[in-house]
């Protein structure tokens, strides 16, 4: 199975992520925006490489998981970070409130849907893991799906379970799973905020919605830091990465995407030696006078 790549984001496996000692902030001796455009230039090339072998082998899927608090540059990253991969080799999907089929269904059942093909890059832009945050900053929402049992006491333990087999079934057949928590600070994205409201190009983006889930900041840190602590693990590893300079965050992402594409290396298919005769005779064919 697909191993986590190595970081200093890395989430440990052992339970003892705290959401405090998290940095949102790029180290002192981190590149200047100047050097960090050049690097994601550089990284963007090698996944757009890496990419092709994936898609020509049809062997490997890789999901990118996406998390963060509003504003934190979920679309941005994204954007930046696949830049330059072919669109037939990847697939964003965006999950915002469930429609009324989805909630039919289970909690995972729409993101099933949407898991990436073998040679594919599939892209969770928010995820199932919405299930053990919002819900649970929100726990009215639980009515609204029509479970014949809820026991409030162990309804997210229960969840971290399915979404932990759910994420080791997909690394046992195939899929390599890396999970992005864009680790925003508090100040940060009220400065976010208010450049929406200044900006009238960014006033679209700007809900009273933000506002009011802002009210709920300390209830989502600690969702944040259970969920992580639950379910980071090797074969689906989470990275918490400072988020409040974007040019720093969407090139560490890129570099642990671009590790990870090295890890699986994959490689063209190599034809077999009646293949290559058979190439040999139709270049002969195709070479004569008035082919």
């Known amino acids: 199975?697909?191993?986590?790549?190595?970081?200093?984001?890395?989430?440990?496996?052992?339970?003892?992520?705290?959401?405090?000692?998290?940095?949102?902030?790029?180290?002192?001796?981190?590149?200047?925006?100047?050097?960090?455009?050049?690097?994601?230039?550089?990284?963007?090339?090698?996944?757009?490489?890496?990419q092709r072998r994936l898609y020509a082998e049809d062997e490997w899927a890789l999901l990118l998981v996406f998390q963060a608090m509003d504003a934190?540059?979920?679309?941005?990253?994204?954007?930046?970070?696949?830049?330059?991969?072919?669109?037939?080799?990847?697939?964003?999907?965006?999950?915002?409130?469930?429609?009324?089929?989805?909630?039919?269904h289970d909690f995972l059942w729409r993101q099933t849907k949407r898991l990436p093909e073998r040679g594919r890059i599939g892209v969770f832009n928010r995820s199932y893991y919405e299930e053990v945050l919002?819900?649970?900053?929100?726990?009215?929402?639980?009515?609204?799906?029509?479970?014949?049992?809820?026991?409030?006491?162990?309804?997210?333990?229960?969840?971290?379970?399915?979404?932990?087999?759910?994420?080791?079934?997909?690394?046992?057949?195939?899929?390599?799973?890396?999970?992005?928590?864009?680790?925003?600070s508090h100040e940060e994205q009220r400065r976010r905020f208010l450049s929406r409201i200044d900006e009238a190009e960014k006033n679209w983006?700007?809900?009273?919605?933000?506002?009011?889930?802002?009210?709920?900041?300390?209830?989502?840190?600690?969702?944040?830091?259970?969920?992580l602590n639950a379910t980071s693990r090797p074969h689906a590893p989470w990275y918490a990465i400072p988020a409040d300079d974007k040019?720093?965050?969407?090139?560490?992402?890129?570099?642990?995407?671009?590790d990870a594409l090295k890890q699986i290396d994959p490689k063209y298919p190599v034809v077999s030696a009646e293949r290559v005769a058979e190439l040999e005779a139709m270049r002969a064919s195709l070479e004569k006078p008035g082919a």
């Open 134 to 184: 919002v819900v649970r900053v929100h726990p009215e929402i639980l009515g609204y799906q029509r479970l014949p049992f809820v026991n409030k006491d162990n309804v997210w333990t229960e969840r971290y379970a399915s979404i932990a087999h759910f994420e080791k079934h997909m690394a046992r057949n195939g899929t390599a799973i890396l999970k992005f928590f864009l680790n925003v």
């Open 72 to 104: 934190a540059g979920k679309d941005g990253t994204i954007r930046h970070v696949l830049t330059g991969i072919n669109p037939a080799g990847c697939q964003v999907s965006s999950f915002k409130k469930p429609s009324s089929e989805e909630l039919e």
């Open 1 to 50: 199975m697909f191993d986590a790549v190595p970081s200093p984001y890395l989430v440990p496996f052992d339970g003892t992520f705290r959401i405090t000692d998290a940095p949102t902030a790029p180290p002192e001796k981190a590149d200047d925006k100047k050097e960090l455009k050049a690097r994601l230039k550089d990284l963007s090339a090698e996944m757009r490489e890496l």
């Open 205 to 227: 983006k700007f809900s009273d919605a933000d506002v009011k889930e802002r009210g709920y900041w300390d209830d989502y840190m600690e969702a944040y830091e259970d969920a």
């Open 247 to 258: 040019h720093f965050m969407r090139t560490t992402v890129a570099e642990i995407v671009a």
